[in-house]
């Protein structure tokens, strides 16, 4: 059972990048998906999170407008697409999927990104 982020790195301010986490060994179907981060001296928060029909999405409001949460159940994978980066938005990105029925809960291992010019 694993999660598996991928799509970080380092981009100017205003830039995009598109954050992907895979899962392995379980379904993503029973599960709603989200994002959370942890900025450098901070505590980890919630980014988005995403209901297995894609029907209930929410957002932080610092990312409000810019990010984009979405999942392929196909793919058993989550995206999260960040455009109009800031500075602010530099941290590890972490994915998290929480079973509805059992709450057992899985961590991805993280991915960096950092916004700097």
């Known amino acids: 059972v694993q999660l598996v982020e991928s799509g970080g790195g380092l981009v100017q301010p205003g830039g995009s990048l598109r954050l992907s986490c895979a899962a392995s060994?379980?379904?993503?179907?029973?599960?709603?998906m989200s994002w959370h981060r942890q900025p450098p001296g901070k505590e980890r928060g919630l980014v988005a999170n995403?209901?297995?029909?894609?029907?209930?999405?929410n957002y932080a409001d610092s990312v409000k407008g810019r990010f984009t949460i979405s999942r392929d159940n196909a793919k058993n994978t989550v995206y999260l697409q960040m455009n109009s980066l800031k500075p602010e938005d530099t941290a590890v990105y972490y994915c998290?999927?929480?079973?509805?029925?059992?709450?057992?809960?899985?961590w991805g291992q993280g991915t960096q990104v950092t916004v700097s010019s």
């Open positions: 995403i209901n297995s029909a894609s029907s209930r999405i």
């Open positions: 060994g379980f379904s993503l179907n029973s599960y709603v």
């Open positions: 998290n999927a929480v079973n509805y029925y059992s709450g057992a809960t899985y």
